[in-house]
C-alpha cells in the first residue's frame, strides 16, 4: 500500500513499494496522460513533478514519491483554466502525434516557473526530451512565445 | 453509396457499440419503405454518401479511412473533403469508420493503409469527389424544396442560397432530405486555382487532447476487467521457445497466467503491466535459438560486400549505354564504398494491441498505420470470419512505417484467444520493440564514376548489394526477383526517379537478405540510396575539380524538377556568396513518393568530430501541397528522424540478436542538436506527390557532404557516433 498525492487528491495504492511512480500513475491511480517510452530516465515521456520540479517518473519508486506533492498533465491546468503552456502548444499546432508531449509540457512549465524568460541556451539545457516526430523547433517557437506575452 | 449498404442487415446487428474507448463510429440503418436507405451515425445524424455526416445543428462529421499518426494527413483529408463540401471549417470534425464497418460496405472508403507518403496523395481524387457529392446532394434538397432549379443554387460555409430569391438554408436543415437522395453518378471537382481550403495552413483537427493528457493511445485503452501482458519473443529472430519455468513465477503479485505466443514467444498476463513485466523478466525461458544465432553484423558485412563483386548476380535497375566499357576506357576513374545499417524505427509510443476473444467475437483496439491489415491479422490469429471480428483505431504514438506491420496486433489475439472473455492489453517493453523491430534494411554500395579528358562524366556504376523489403513483406511484388522498390531514388523512371543524365549508366541490385526482418522505416530506400548518391556525386564533383552544385546542373538539363528544387535551396542557403566564417555547406538532392526534394546544410566542425548544424534549408516540390503548416512540420521532423539515425542511430548483430536495447544504445537527437530548418515549398502544381517522407533522404547527405567541405574527410559509413563524430 501507498499513499501518493496526485494532483491535489490523496491515492491509497496497492502497489510494492519498489514499483515505479509512472507505473503506479498509470495503472493503479489511472491517469494515463504520463507517458512511457524508455522505462530508464532516458526519453522524458513520463515527466510530472514533484514538488515542482520537473522529474522522470519511471525513474522513482513509488516508496520515495510518498508525501510529495505529484502533479501530472491532468493537474496541469486549474480547473477549465489551460495551463499557458498548453495553451501556447494549441496556438502553435506543436504535437505531431503528441505521445511525448505530455512530457515535453510538463519539462517546460517547471522551466517557466524557474526562468520565466528562458534564452536559447537555458532550453537548450533543461529539456532534453526526444520527441521522434521532431517537434523541436515548434517547441522552441512556443516557448519564446510564452516567455514574450 | 447507399446502394452499397447490404439490406439483409438490420440495424441493430450492424450498430457496433465502440463506447469503451471511443473510437471508431457506431453505424444505424434505416430502411424506409420506398426511397433509398438512409445511413445514420451513431447520433443518428444522416450520412450524405460515406464520407460526410450533417448533423442538425451544422456541425459536419468527415469519415476518414487512412491513419493520423502524427503527420497531419487527417487534418489535411478532412480539409479536402471540406473544400468541395463548401462546408463551414470551424464546425468540423472527424471519425474514423472500422475495417469491419468497410467490408460490411464493400470497402466503401477505399484503401485504408496509410505508408509510402500515400495518405492524402493517392485518395485525394475520391474524397474530394466525396465531399463534392455530399455538396450537390445538400443543394439538390434545398433546390427541390424551394422548387427552384438546383443549377441556381449555390453553397458556401454550410450556407445554400438561392439568388433569384434571396432564399437561404444550411445543410443542418435539408441534410435529412439530402440523405434520401440517389448520390449523381458522377461530380467535377474544383478548378485547383479556385481553392479556399486547399493549401491554406488551418490547425489540425487534433490537437487539443494531445496537450492535456486526454488523448487515448493504445498504451492507455482501459476495458472492463482488462488485464495486462507482457511478452519475450526469442530474440534470435527465427529461434523458437524451448520451454519455460512457470513454477518460479508462481505466486508473484498479480500474475494470471503464462502464456505461450506461437512457437516464438511467452507472455506474462497480470493485473497490471509492470505486475506481467516484472514477472516476465524473472521466468526462466530455454531458448531454441537455430543456426541464426551465429550470424554477426561482421558476417552479414562480409556477405554484402562479397555481393558488390561484379561477379555475382545481380538485378539491373537503371541502365543506359555500356557503363562497363566506357569506365575501362575512360581517362579517369573514381571508386568508392559506401555502407548504411539496420535502424529501428523507435516510435515514442512501443507497440501494443488490446484484444477481446469470445467464442463469437474479436476485437482488438490499436494504433496502426493499416486498420485493414491489422482486420486481416485479427481474422486470421482468431480464427474467426469476418463480420465477427473489428478493430477500433486509435492514435498511435508515432508510426514511421513501423505500425504498418501486424505482429504485435496478432500477439495479442494469440494471448486473448487463451482468456476467452478477458480483454488483454499486450504492450512490449521499450527493449522488446529494439529486439523485434522492422528494421530499416542493411546495404552496401560501390559507386565508378568515369571522366573524359575534359572532365565530364561519361560513365557511372552503381552497384547496390544488400536486403530487400519487398522479399520479405511483399515478395508478391517482386518482378521476377527483383525488388523495384530497391531503386527508390534511382530508378529510369516513375515516382523515385533519377535526376541525372549519364551516358552511359549500369544501377544494380545484388540481393542479399540476413535473417534481421526488414521493413518501411521513413524514407525506405530513399535513405541509403540517397546518401551513396548525393555523396558520390560530391566526390565526382571534387574529382572534376568543380562546385558540387555546378557539377549537378549540368547533369541535370533533362530534369527540370529534380533541378528546380536544387535551385531553389541553393538560392535560400546563399550558395552564391561565401558562408559565414567556420561555417562549411553541403548540398544533396534526391526524388521519392512522387515529389521532388532538396537540401542544404551549413554546419561548422570543432576538434575534426564535434558536428554543430547552424542551418538547413529544404526545398519540396509535390505538386499541390494541402496544408503547408503541416508540410512544414514533417519537413522539419523528417530531418529530425534523418538526422538522428545519421549521428546516433545504427542496429548492430550479435549473436543472432540485435544488441541495441533502449534509448541509452540507441540515441535520439535533443533540441540543443537541432539546427534550424527552413523549407521552402515550391509546389508546380499538375501532380500529387508524397510529404511525410521524401525531405528525409537529404537530410544525412547534406550534412556528410558539408562535413567534407569542413574537414576534407569523406564519411562513407553510418553512424557516426562509430566514427566518434557527435553532435557539438
Ligand atoms: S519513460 Fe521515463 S524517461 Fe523514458
Ligand atoms: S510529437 Fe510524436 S514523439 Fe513528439
Same mark, same amino acid.
Given at each position: 500500500?501507498?499513499?501518493?498525492?496526485?494532483?491535489?487528491?490523496?491515492?491509497?495504492?496497492?502497489?510494492?513499494? /519498489?514499483?515505479?511512480?509512472?507505473?503506479?500513475?498509470?495503472?493503479?491511480?489511472?491517469?494515463?496522460?504520463?507517458?512511457?517510452?524508455?522505462?530508464?530516465?532516458?526519453?522524458?515521456?513520463?515527466?510530472?513533478?514533484? /514538488?515542482?520540479?520537473?522529474?522522470?517518473?519511471?525513474?522513482?519508486?513509488?516508496?520515495?514519491?510518498?508525501?510529495?506533492?505529484?502533479?501530472?498533465?491532468?493537474?496541469?491546468?486549474?480547473?477549465?483554466?489551460?495551463?499557458?503552456?498548453?495553451?501556447?502548444?494549441?496556438?502553435?499546432?506543436?504535437?505531431?502525434?503528441?505521445?511525448?508531449?505530455?512530457?515535453?509540457?510538463?519539462?517546460?512549465?517547471?522551466?517557466?516557473?524557474?526562468?520565466?524568460?528562458?534564452? /536559447?541556451?537555458?532550453?537548450?539545457?533543461?529539456?532534453?526530451?526526444?520527441?521522434?516526430?521532431?517537434?523541436?523547433?515548434?517547441?522552441?517557437?512556443?516557448?519564446?512565445?510564452?516567455?514574450?506575452? | 453509396?447507399?446502394? =452499397?449498404?447490404?439490406?439483409?442487415?438490420?440495424?441493430?446487428?450492424?450498430?457496433?457499440?465502440?463506447?469503451?474507448?471511443?473510437?471508431?463510429?457506431?453505424?444505424?440503418?434505416?430502411?424506409?419503405?420506398?426511397?433509398?436507405?438512409?445511413?445514420?451515425?451513431?447520433?443518428?445524424?444522416?450520412?450524405?454518401?460515406?464520407?460526410?455526416?450533417?448533423?442538425?445543428?451544422?456541425?459536419?462529421?468527415?469519415?476518414?479511412?487512412?491513419?493520423?499518426?502524427?503527420?497531419?494527413?487527417?487534418?489535411?483529408?478532412?480539409?479536402? @473533403?471540406?473544400?468541395?463540401?463548401?462546408?463551414?471549417?470551424?464546425?468540423?470534425?472527424?471519425?474514423?469508420?472500422?475495417?469491419?464497418?468497410?467490408?460490411?460496405?464493400?470497402?466503401?472508403?477505399?484503401?485504408?493503409?496509410?505508408?509510402?507518403?500515400?495518405?492524402?496523395?493517392?485518395?485525394?481524387?475520391?474524397?474530394?469527389?466525396? #465531399?463534392?457529392?455530399?455538396?450537390?446532394?445538400?443543394?439538390?434538397?434545398?433546390?427541390?424544396?424551394?422548387?427552384?432549379p438546383a443549377s441556381e443554387c449555390t453553397a458556401t460555409n454550410s450556407v445554400i442560397t438561392h439568388a433569384p430569391s434571396g432564399k437561404t438554408t444550411t445543410y443542418?436543415?435539408?441534410?435529412?432530405?439530402?440523405?434520401?437522395?440517389?448520390?449523381?453518378?458522377?461530380?467535377?471537382?474544383?478548378?485547383?486555382?479556385?481553392?479556399?481550403?486547399? #493549401?491554406?495552413?488551418?490547425?489540425?483537427?487534433?490537437?487539443?487532447?494531445?496537450?492535456?493528457?486526454?488523448?487515448?493511445?493504445?498504451?492507455?485503452?482501459?476495458?472492463?476487467?482488462?488485464?495486462?501482458?507482457?511478452?519475450?519473443?526469442?530474440? @534470435?529472430?527465427?529461434?523458437?521457445?524451448?520451454?519455460?519455468?512457470?513454477?518460479?513465477?508462481?505466486?508473484?503479485?498479480?500474475?494470471?497466467?503464462?502464456?505461450?505466443?506461437?512457437?516464438?514467444?511467452?507472455?506474462?498476463v497480470a493485473d497490471t503491466w509492470w505486475q506481467a513485466k516484472t514477472a516476465l523478466e524473472a521466468l526462466p525461458i530455454v531458448w531454441d535459438e537455430g543456426d541464426?544465432?551465429?550470424?554477426?553484423?561482421?558476417?552479414?558485412?562480409?556477405?554484402?560486400?562479397?555481393?558488390?563483386?561484379?561477379?555475382?548476380?545481380?538485378?539491373?535497375?537503371?541502365?543506359?549505354?555500356?557503363?562497363?566499357?566506357?569506365?575501362?576506357?575512360?581517362?579517369?576513374?573514381?571508386?568508392?564504398?559506401?555502407?548504411?545499417?539496420?535502424?529501428?524505427?523507435?516510435?515514442?509510443?512501443?507497440?501494443?494491441?488490446?484484444?477481446?476473444?469470445?467464442?463469437?467475437?474479436?476485437?482488438?483496439?490499436?494504433?496502426?498505420?493499416?486498420?485493414?491489415?491489422?482486420?486481416?491479422?485479427?481474422?486470421?490469429?482468431?480464427?474467426?470470419?469476418?463480420?465477427?471480428?473489428?478493430?477500433?483505431?486509435?492514435?498511435?504514438?508515432?508510426?514511421?512505417?513501423?505500425?504498418?506491420?501486424?505482429?504485435?496486433?496478432?500477439?495479442?489475439?494469440?494471448?486473448?484467444?487463451?482468456?476467452?472473455?478477458?480483454?488483454?492489453?499486450?504492450?512490449?517493453?521499450?527493449?522488446?520493440?529494439?529486439?523485434?523491430?522492422?528494421?530499416?534494411?542493411?546495404?552496401?554500395?560501390?559507386? $565508378?564514376?568515369?571522366?573524359?579528358?575534359?572532365?565530364?562524366?561519361?560513365?557511372? =556504376?552503381?552497384?547496390?548489394?544488400?536486403?530487400?523489403?519487398?522479399?520479405?513483406?511483399?515478395?508478391?511484388?517482386l518482378q521476377n526477383g527483383m525488388d523495384p522498390a530497391a531503386f527508390q531514388g534511382v530508378a529510369q523512371t516513375g515516382e523515385a526517379a533519377f535526376g541525372y543524365?549519364?551516358?552511359?549508366?549500369?544501377?544494380?541490385?545484388?540481393?542479399?537478405?540476413?535473417?534481421?526482418?526488414?521493413?518501411?522505416?521513413?524514407?525506405?530506400?530513399?535513405? =541509403?540510396?540517397?546518401?551513396?548518391?548525393?555523396?558520390?556525386?560530391?566526390?565526382?564533383?571534387?574529382?572534376?575539380?568543380?562546385?558540387?552544385?555546378?557539377?549537378?546542373?549540368?547533369?541535370?538539363?533533362?530534369?527540370?524538377? =529534380?533541378?528546380?528544387?536544387?535551385?531553389?535551396?541553393?538560392?535560400?542557403?546563399?550558395?552564391?556568396?561565401?558562408?559565414?566564417?567556420? @561555417?562549411?555547406?553541403?548540398?544533396?538532392?534526391?526524388?521519392?513518393?512522387?515529389?521532388?526534394?532538396? #537540401?542544404?546544410?551549413?554546419?561548422?566542425?570543432?576538434?575534426?568530430?564535434?558536428?554543430?548544424?547552424?542551418?538547413?534549408?529544404?526545398?519540396?516540390?509535390?505538386?499541390?501541397?494541402?496544408?503547408?503548416?503541416?508540410?512544414?512540420?514533417?519537413?522539419? #521532423?523528417?530531418?529530425?528522424?534523418?538526422?538522428?539515425?545519421?549521428?546516433?542511430?545504427?542496429? $548492430?548483430?550479435?549473436?543472432?540478436?540485435?544488441?541495441? $536495447?533502449?534509448?541509452?544504445?540507441?540515441?535520439?537527437?535533443?533540441?540543443?542538436?537541432?539546427?534550424?530548418?527552413?523549407?521552402?515549398?515550391?509546389?508546380?502544381?499538375?501532380?500529387?506527390?508524397?510529404?511525410?517522407?521524401?525531405?528525409?533522404?537529404?537530410?544525412?547527405?547534406?550534412?556528410?557532404?558539408?562535413?567534407?567541405?569542413? $574537414?576534407?574527410?569523406?564519411?562513407?559509413?553510418?553512424?557516426?557516433?562509430?566514427?566518434?563524430?557527435?553532435?557539438?
Open positions: 500500500m501507498a499513499n501518493l498525492t496526485i494532483n491535489g487528491k490523496t491515492f491509497t495504492l496497492d502497489v510494492e513499494p /519498489d514499483t515505479p511512480l509512472l507505473w503506479a500513475i498509470r495503472e493503479n491511480a489511472g491517469l494515463t496522460g504520463t507517458k512511457y517510452g524508455c522505462g530508464i530516465a532516458q526519453c522524458g515521456a513520463c515527466t510530472i513533478h514533484i /514538488d515542482g520540479v520537473a522529474t522522470r517518473s519511471c525513474g522513482v519508486s513509488v516508496s520515495e514519491a510518498a508525501g510529495k506533492k505529484i502533479t501530472t498533465i491532468e493537474g496541469l491546468a486549474s480547473g477549465n483554466a489551460l495551463h499557458k503552456v498548453q495553451e501556447a502548444w494549441i496556438a502553435q499546432d506543436v504535437p505531431q502525434c503528441g505521445y511525448c508531449q505530455s512530457g515535453m509540457i510538463m519539462a517546460v512549465a517547471a522551466l517557466l516557473t524557474e526562468k520565466p524568460k528562458p534564452t /536559447d541556451a537555458d532550453i537548450d539545457e533543461a529539456i532534453t526530451n526526444i520527441c521522434r516526430c521532431g517537434t523541436f523547433q515548434q517547441v522552441r517557437e512556443a516557448i519564446h512565445t510564452i516567455a514574450s506575452a | 453509396m447507399n446502394k =452499397h449498404v447490404s439490406p439483409r442487415l438490420n440495424r441493430r446487428a450492424f450498430v457496433i457499440g465502440t463506447a469503451a474507448v471511443g473510437a471508431g463510429l457506431a453505424i444505424g440503418l434505416d430502411l424506409p419503405f420506398g426511397g433509398p436507405a438512409v445511413v445514420r451515425a451513431a447520433d443518428g445524424s444522416p450520412e450524405i454518401g460515406a464520407w460526410v455526416v450533417v448533423r442538425p445543428d451544422d456541425t459536419i462529421v468527415i469519415r476518414i479511412a487512412r491513419s493520423e499518426m502524427g503527420q497531419g494527413s487527417l487534418t489535411g483529408l478532412a480539409q479536402l @473533403v471540406a473544400e468541395e463540401l463548401e462546408c463551414d471549417w470551424s464546425k468540423v470534425s472527424t471519425e474514423y469508420p472500422t475495417p469491419g464497418q468497410s467490408v460490411a460496405r464493400k470497402r466503401v472508403w477505399g484503401d485504408f493503409s496509410t505508408g509510402g507518403s500515400r495518405g492524402i496523395r493517392s485518395s485525394q481524387d475520391y474524397v474530394r469527389k466525396g #465531399g463534392a457529392t455530399a455538396r450537390v446532394m445538400l443543394i439538390q434538397a434545398a433546390a427541390e424544396a424551394w422548387k427552384v443542418g436543415k435539408v441534410a435529412e432530405a439530402a440523405a434520401k437522395l440517389t448520390p449523381p453518378a458522377d461530380v467535377k471537382l474544383k478548378d485547383p486555382k479556385d481553392w479556399k481550403l486547399i #493549401g491554406k495552413g488551418v490547425k489540425r483537427l487534433d490537437t487539443a487532447d494531445k496537450t492535456t493528457g486526454a488523448m487515448i493511445y493504445g498504451i492507455d485503452v482501459k476495458l472492463p476487467s482488462m488485464l495486462n501482458a507482457a511478452i519475450k519473443d526469442c530474440p @534470435v529472430f527465427g529461434g523458437k521457445v524451448k520451454s519455460f519455468d512457470e513454477a518460479k513465477i508462481a505466486g508473484m503479485k498479480g500474475v494470471k497466467k503464462v502464456v505461450k505466443v506461437g512457437d516464438t514467444a511467452v507472455a506474462v541464426n544465432a551465429k550470424v554477426s553484423s561482421e558476417s552479414i558485412a562480409k556477405w554484402l560486400s562479397e555481393g558488390l563483386d561484379d561477379a555475382q548476380p545481380a538485378y539491373v535497375g537503371n541502365k543506359n549505354g555500356d557503363a562497363k566499357a566506357a569506365i575501362a576506357a575512360a581517362a579517369k576513374k573514381i571508386e568508392a564504398v559506401y555502407s548504411y545499417p539496420y535502424q529501428n524505427h523507435a516510435t515514442m509510443e512501443p507497440m501494443n494491441a488490446t484484444a477481446l476473444y469470445t467464442a463469437d467475437k474479436c476485437e482488438v483496439w490499436c494504433g496502426t498505420q493499416n486498420g485493414e491489415a491489422a482486420f486481416a491479422a485479427t481474422l486470421e490469429a482468431s480464427g474467426l470470419p469476418a463480420e465477427k471480428c473489428d478493430v477500433h483505431k486509435v492514435m498511435p504514438g508515432g508510426g514511421f512505417g513501423r505500425r504498418g506491420q501486424t505482429d504485435y496486433v496478432r500477439q495479442a489475439v494469440m494471448i486473448a484467444k487463451q482468456m476467452p472473455g478477458t480483454p488483454i492489453k499486450l504492450l512490449w517493453s521499450r527493449e522488446e520493440d529494439m529486439a523485434h523491430g522492422r528494421y530499416h534494411p542493411i546495404t552496401q554500395c560501390k559507386m $565508378t564514376g568515369a571522366f573524359d579528358a575534359n572532365n565530364n562524366l561519361v560513365a557511372l =556504376h552503381y552497384r547496390l548489394s544488400g536486403q530487400s523489403i519487398l522479399f520479405s513483406l511483399r515478395p508478391e511484388a543524365s549519364v551516358p552511359n549508366l549500369l544501377i544494380e541490385h545484388a540481393m542479399r537478405n540476413p535473417h534481421v526482418p526488414p521493413g518501411f522505416w521513413r524514407g525506405v530506400n530513399v535513405n =541509403h540510396n540517397a546518401i551513396y548518391m548525393e555523396c558520390f556525386m560530391d566526390e565526382l564533383a571534387q574529382a572534376a575539380g568543380q562546385d558540387p552544385l555546378e557539377f549537378r546542373r549540368k547533369l541535370m538539363g533533362n530534369h527540370p524538377k =529534380h533541378l528546380a528544387v536544387l535551385n531553389a535551396v541553393a538560392e535560400k542557403i546563399g550558395w552564391s556568396t561565401p558562408a559565414p566564417q567556420g @561555417v562549411y555547406r553541403g548540398i544533396a538532392q534526391v526524388m521519392g513518393y512522387g515529389s521532388y526534394v532538396a #537540401g542544404a546544410a551549413e554546419i561548422s566542425v570543432t576538434d575534426g568530430n564535434k558536428i554543430k548544424v547552424h542551418r538547413i534549408v529544404a526545398s519540396t516540390d509535390p505538386g499541390y501541397i494541402v496544408n503547408p503548416a503541416q508540410v512544414e512540420r514533417q519537413i522539419a #521532423g523528417s530531418f529530425v528522424y534523418g538526422l538522428s539515425a545519421l549521428f546516433y542511430g545504427g542496429c $548492430t548483430v550479435k549473436d543472432g540478436k540485435i544488441e541495441q $536495447t533502449n534509448f541509452d544504445t540507441y540515441n535520439s537527437m535533443r533540441i540543443n542538436e537541432m539546427p534550424k530548418v527552413e523549407s521552402v515549398m515550391v509546389p508546380s502544381g499538375g501532380f500529387w506527390g508524397g510529404v511525410g517522407e521524401p525531405t528525409i533522404g537529404v537530410a544525412a547527405p547534406a550534412v556528410l557532404n558539408a562535413y567534407f567541405a569542413a $574537414t576534407g574527410k569523406r564519411i562513407r559509413s553510418v553512424p557516426l557516433r562509430d566514427q566518434n563524430i557527435t553532435f557539438a
